[in-house]
């Protein structure tokens, strides 16, 4: 009863935004099909039928092992029976999952590293229906399943995962318990990483992008199918302009003054020609890009960088990756000084890897693709579905971004480009 009251008030809410009869049509649509989901998640709840999605039911060892059994990545040697799971204190902050580190007590031969990773829905029924309808959870879960066996950098190994209705779940190994990894937090994103670091990850980046650069249409959908694409997929090609569209608004209202004028009207601009911008943003060729790119989801492997949270993973420009990486992680001071010669590092990288790029094209995708790094966050704080313990990040992140749009000149490059 009490989702279905929230979506009487969506639909309030739907019908007093900014939109054409079509958009508003279209939107009203998309939200009232994933409050549907999240109520008929509640209500299989009662017989058994949805998915564990709570931190103290999926703790329970009888449910956890019937999770890891009946849904594991790859063929396990034997089931897997707990008879203890302890949740570790050790803070794990996510924009839009609970995640748990668990100590595992197994009957007889272990079948498991004795502690793994999990994560989970968020508790805030908001992030759930926001996060359900950009389909990110699906397709991590996809990503684990299908794609990451087959990356040339390091993903945590997964043990088992599923997505049903609005709901996930995603059992990994414990990162924290190998000596040769480092993982980052929050501060760090907030100081910025060496620019030793930086080079590290651009190295990584290049790898990624020169794996699958190229590929014919009917190769990539065999690898991660168009289905999931967060811009040009079915359900999400008519939806995000929408979105991101009406998240200015409510973003500049919780952020005053940050978004000046100029910005803003670059931001209405690059909306209004949406469908032109997806041709050059999405022309061939194509290779496979992690979508989320920032330092958080990096951690040192020994002498490589892996990445996880694969929340965002689509086919794309491989300068994406780098825009967003550089623009998220390094405060806008340093990055000023440093910009075009990290950016021409990652094009020495990718000629290397075999999948050759020219400085000046990669610095023009370069400038393009910095309003992605401004949208992204507008719709994260315009949306309100992350949690507050990003709050001060997030806000720092949007001033990063709008000091790269100005920096590079998007501008001027999107008049350059509709003219």
Same mark, same amino acid.
């Given at each position: 009863?009490?989702?279905?009251?929230?979506?009487?008030?969506?639909?309030?809410?739907?019908?007093?935004?900014?939109?054409?009869?079509?958009?508003?049509?279209?939107?009203?649509?998309?939200?009232?099909?994933?409050?549907?989901?999240?109520?008929?998640?509640?209500?299989? +709840?009662?017989?058994?039928?949805?998915?564990?999605?709570?931190?103290?039911?999926?703790?329970?060892?009888?449910?956890?092992?019937?999770?890891? #059994?009946?849904?594991? /990545?790859?063929?396990?040697?034997?089931?897997?029976?707990?008879?203890?799971?302890?949740?570790?204190?050790?803070?794990?902050?996510?924009? #839009?999952?609970?995640?748990?580190?668990?100590?595992?007590?197994? /009957?007889?031969?272990?079948?498991?590293?004795?502690?793994?990773?999990?994560?989970?829905?968020?508790?805030?029924?908001?992030?759930?229906?926001?996060?359900?309808?950009?389909?990110?959870?699906?397709?991590?879960?996809?990503?684990?399943?299908?794609?990451?066996?087959?990356?040339?950098?390091?993903?945590?190994?997964?043990?088992?995962?599923?997505?049903?209705?609005?709901?996930?779940?995603?059992?990994?190994?414990?990162?924290?318990?190998?000596?040769?990894?480092?993982?980052?937090? #929050?501060? +760090?994103?907030?100081?910025?990483?060496?620019?030793?670091?930086?080079?590290?990850?651009?190295?990584?980046?290049?790898?990624?992008?020169?794996?699958?650069?190229?590929?014919?249409?009917?190769?990539?959908?065999?690898?991660?199918?168009?289905?999931?694409?967060?811009?040009? &997929?079915?359900?999400?090609?008519?939806?995000?302009?929408?979105?991101?569209?009406?998240?200015?608004?409510?973003?500049?209202?919780? @952020?005053?003054?940050?978004?000046?004028?100029?910005?803003?009207?670059?931001?209405?601009? &690059?909306?209004?020609?949406?469908?032109?911008?997806?041709?050059?943003?999405?022309?061939?060729?194509?290779?496979?890009?992690?979508?989320?790119?920032?330092?958080? #989801?990096?951690?040192?492997?020994?002498?490589?960088?892996?990445?996880?949270?694969?929340?965002? !993973?689509?086919?794309?420009?491989?300068?994406?990756?780098?825009?967003?990486?550089?623009?998220?992680?390094?405060?806008?001071?340093?990055?000023?000084?440093?910009?075009?010669?990290?950016?021409?590092?990652?094009?020495?990288?990718?000629?290397?890897?075999?999948?050759?790029?020219?400085?000046?094209?990669?610095?023009?995708?370069?400038?393009?693709?910095?309003?992605?790094?401004?949208?992204?966050?507008?719709? &994260?704080?315009?949306?309100?579905?992350?949690?507050?313990?990003?709050?001060?990040?997030?806000?720092?992140?949007?001033?990063?971004?709008?000091?790269?749009? @100005?920096?590079?000149?998007? !501008?001027?490059?999107?008049? +350059?480009?509709?003219?």
């Amino acid at each position: 009863s009490d989702i279905l009251l929230k979506m009487s008030d969506y639909h309030k809410a739907v019908q007093a935004l900014p939109m054409s009869a079509t958009e508003t049509a279209r939107l009203a649509l998309v939200g009232a099909r994933e409050w549907g989901r999240l109520a008929a998640d509640a209500v299989g +709840d009662a017989g058994g039928r949805s998915l564990p999605w709570r931190a103290a039911e999926v703790a329970e060892p009888e449910t956890l092992s019937r999770l890891l #059994n009946r849904w594991p /990545v790859r063929p396990l040697s034997r089931p897997v029976q707990l008879s203890d799971v302890q949740v570790q204190d050790i803070p794990s902050v996510s924009s #839009n999952c609970r995640n748990l580190v668990l100590s595992l007590e197994q /009957v007889g031969e272990p079948v498991l590293p004795h502690s793994l990773f999990v994560k989970l829905p968020m508790e805030s029924r908001l992030t759930r229906w926001f996060f359900s309808i950009i389909s990110s959870w699906r397709l991590e879960s996809h990503f684990f399943r299908h794609v990451a066996g087959g990356l040339p950098l390091r993903t945590p190994i997964t043990y088992a995962t599923h997505w049903q209705g609005s709901r996930f779940f995603l059992a990994q190994e414990n990162l924290h318990e190998d000596p040769s990894v480092q993982l980052f937090t #929050n501060p +760090d994103m907030l100081d910025g990483p060496s620019l030793d670091l930086v080079r590290r990850c651009l190295d990584a980046f290049a790898r990624l992008h020169s794996h699958h650069h190229g590929l014919p249409v009917a190769a990539r959908e065999q690898i991660l199918p168009l289905t999931y694409h967060p811009f040009l &997929s079915p359900g999400m090609g008519a939806i995000s302009p929408i979105l991101n569209r009406l998240a200015l608004g409510p973003c500049m209202r919780r @952020q005053p003054g940050t978004i000046p004028a100029d910005v803003a009207q670059a931001y209405r601009d &690059s909306v209004a020609h949406w469908d032109q911008l997806l041709g050059y943003w999405f022309a061939e060729p194509l290779c496979l890009l992690h979508g989320d790119s920032h330092l958080g #989801n990096f951690f040192v492997s020994g002498e490589e960088m892996g990445m996880l949270d694969w929340q965002a !993973t689509h086919w794309g420009k491989g300068v994406r990756d780098v825009q967003y990486f550089l623009i998220d992680s390094l405060p806008a001071a340093t990055l000023a000084a440093h910009e075009r010669e990290l950016l021409e590092y990652y094009v020495q990288r990718r000629e290397k890897y075999g999948a050759p790029i020219a400085v000046e094209l990669a610095w023009e995708e370069y400038r393009s693709f910095s309003f992605h790094t401004l949208m992204t966050i507008v719709v &994260s704080i315009g949306f309100g579905a992350l949690n507050e313990e990003q709050d001060a990040l997030m806000a720092e992140i949007l001033r990063r971004a709008v000091a790269a749009v @100005q920096r590079v000149d998007y !501008t001027g490059w999107l008049r +350059d480009f509709l003219a």
